[in-house]
């Protein structure tokens, strides 16, 4: 019996209650009404508007009185609501998908000159979250400069059996792993920190960590204190690298993720610039500020950006899939122009579709990285983070190391250093422009078989014996094998890594990859020293056949599983990792603007 219509009928009817009852039961009994429930975890427009229609259905009509007497005129009153409502749901749900799709269809229709018209902040907040990265840069490439530095292996060294002071191949290893096994440690603690309290609060921790840490690196005098110092400093580094691409491509539109996402290489670039600038500087100092001063610029950095990062809005993906959708669009407010961003609902409701797409209640965790197709895709992250570090990498790291290997003196070594840093910057900015128009799998694919090249021609440079002319041939292929990387495979990488997560798995997905980096990155880092180091095997140039083999791999499983996002939207990318279209195939597959799966 519908106990609910026979209350709601006694409230409006003069019948005796007895009567009304003998007649209710006799009624065929009514299918239960099934209404839709909220999702408790990512509650949207769509469920707002489901919900309301619920409370429509119960809720006493406002306008019409429920007749009275007739059963039978009873019954068809409630069908009529129950079918005025139905259609009513149906509109507004229609009315959701609409603006989705029209939002999508605007970020197709948008040039990218005309995106960076109409959203400059999007690409300031970009700019200065990718800003972060300079941290890591700068601690990597310092270390690779201390071991090169004259006063630095004085009073850390040892002699090696030249007669030469140097630092030992162990400690140099020890030194250059230890901010990578802390952003090992970082990495991992970011993906559960940043889903749980944005990519805004979860990076001003890190800076916070940083600014402590620095003062143990800083008063370090021992190497086995700056290891330790370099372990600690990595935790916040890990934080950085794995929120920024996230959040930078989350922000911008469909256009501008490319430029966005690749400005962390320039960053990285610009690190080892001030790096090869400040050491250029102090490297003729005969006392403890040849290193202390550098190492005190790294506070310059923290503070300010963490002031930045404050006033910055949260990414509205991160927003839309906590269920906080008016801030969302407050935040997609503070991204455009007043005249591009004069509905914010439509985009707010094409970020709800696309997540509805990935729809589920519970936590994003680390166990769905690696299932159904999510695993292809961090497969995918991963591959393509750790490739960085067997595709000519460690060379760029260690520039100006490698120029003392290859003969070159001390001052020439340094200033060639700061030359390749501020040559990478400016192809790092010419990428921009190929990765935009001619596409992610492109650039990666190709730059990295160019690069394997130019990594064998430095193993051939490096064989043909000892000469000024072999010193000056391995000096310019490792330069051009470190601007090489910053034009083609690094760049391009960063925007791979953006867009292939899934929205609800970003973070998470993000934090895996880098750690797979970190992962490969710590043994080759212990070979690159080796190869080069003179109380090692002193391979030098010959050491392009080594990193030319396993970047020749690289390529290989790029060319296979990497699909090409370019001019794709976040919806479109789901979908077609869903359809396990073929890398290969992907360019030519057309997905269509109402398809939901």
């Not at 009509?61 to 079918?83: F, L, R, S, V």
């Not at 140099?172 to 096994?181: C, K, N, R």
């Not at 949260?314 to 008016?326: A, C, D, I, N, Q």
């Not at 750690?515 to 080069?532: D, E, H, K």
Request: proline share 6%; hydrophobic share 45%.
């Amino acid at each position: 019996m519908d106990w609910h219509l026979f209350i709601k009928t006694c409230s409006f009817s003069r019948i005796p209650p007895s009567t009304l009852l003998s007649s209710v039961l006799s009624s065929p009994p009514r299918p239960p009404l099934l209404l839709p429930l909220p999702n408790p975890y990512t509650q949207g427009p769509k469920q707002k508007q489901q919900q309301q229609v619920a409370v429509d259905i119960m809720s006493e009509p406002k306008d019409t009185k429920m007749p009275g007497g007739d059963p039978a005129k009873i019954e068809a009153y409630t069908t009529e609501n129950d079918h005025t409502a139905g259609l009513d749901h149906d509109a507004k749900i229609s009315s959701f998908k609409q603006d989705a799709i029209d939002a999508e269809q605007a970020e197709f229709n948008m040039g990218v000159l005309e995106a960076v018209r109409l959203y400059p902040m999007a690409s300031m907040w970009a700019f200065i979250m990718s800003t972060t990265i300079i941290m890591e840069s700068y601690c990597v490439f310092l270390m690779g400069a201390f071991v090169a530095m004259d006063e630095f292996k004085d009073r850390f060294g040892v002699t090696d059996k030249d007669g030469l002071p140097q630092i030992e191949a162990s400690w140099q290893s020890a030194l250059q792993v230890g901010g990578p096994l802390g952003a090992i440690i970082g990495v991992c603690i970011a993906g559960p920190i940043t889903s749980r309290i944005g990519y805004r609060w979860a990076t001003i921790l890190g800076l916070m960590l940083l600014n402590a840490f620095i003062f143990v690196f800083y008063f370090a005098n021992s190497l086995a204190l700056m290891f330790v110092s370099q372990l600690l400093e990595g935790v916040p580094w890990g934080i950085f690298i794995a929120n920024a691409p996230a959040y930078c491509s989350e922000i911008v539109p469909m256009r501008l993720r490319a430029p966005a996402t690749q400005m962390l290489q320039m960053f990285w670039a610009l690190g080892a610039i001030i790096v090869g600038g400040v050491c250029y500087v102090y490297e003729s100092e005969r006392n403890s500020s040849a290193w202390k001063v550098p190492i005190a610029l790294q506070w310059m950095f923290p503070t300010p950006l963490a002031i930045l990062l404050y006033i910055a809005p949260e990414s509205p993906w991160w927003l839309v899939r906590k269920g906080r959708l008016e801030e969302a669009a407050v935040a997609l407010g503070r991204l455009g122009r007043k005249s591009a961003v004069t509905n914010t609902s439509e985009s707010v409701a094409m970020m709800r579709r696309t997540i509805d797409l990935e729809k589920t209640e519970k936590e994003p965790s680390y166990a769905e990285l690696f299932k159904g197709t999510d695993r292809y895709r961090t497969l995918i992250v991963c591959g393509v983070y750790a490739a960085q570090n067997l595709t000519g990498n460690l060379i760029a790291n260690q520039a100006v190391y490698f120029f003392r290997q290859a003969g070159i003196d001390s001052q020439l070594a340094f200033a060639l250093g700061l030359i390749t840093s501020a040559l990478q910057a400016v192809f790092v900015m010419l990428s921009w422009i190929l990765t935009t128009y001619l596409g992610r799998r492109t650039i990666y694919v190709w730059g990295s078989l160019i690069n394997v090249v130019f990594l064998v021609a430095l193993g051939v440079a490096g064989s043909v014996g000892k000469s000024t002319a072999a010193s000056l041939a391995m000096a310019s292929l490792g330069l051009i094998v470190s601007v090489g990387f910053t034009l083609g495979p690094a760049p391009a990488s960063w925007v791979i890594i953006a867009e292939t997560s899934a929205i609800r798995l970003r973070p998470l997905t993000t934090g895996i990859g880098r750690a797979a980096y970190y992962v490969v990155n710590i043994p080759c880092i212990f070979l690159s020293t080796y190869m080069l180091n003179s109380t090692g095997v002193d391979l030098g140039g010959r050491c392009g056949y080594v990193w030319g083999a396993t970047g020749f791999v690289c390529f290989v499983m790029a060319f296979i599983w990497i699909p090409e996002m370019k001019g794709r939207s976040v919806r479109e990318i789901d979908i077609l990792f869903r359809r396990k279209v073929p890398a290969r195939q992907w360019k030519k597959t057309v997905v269509d603007i109402n398809d939901d799966e």
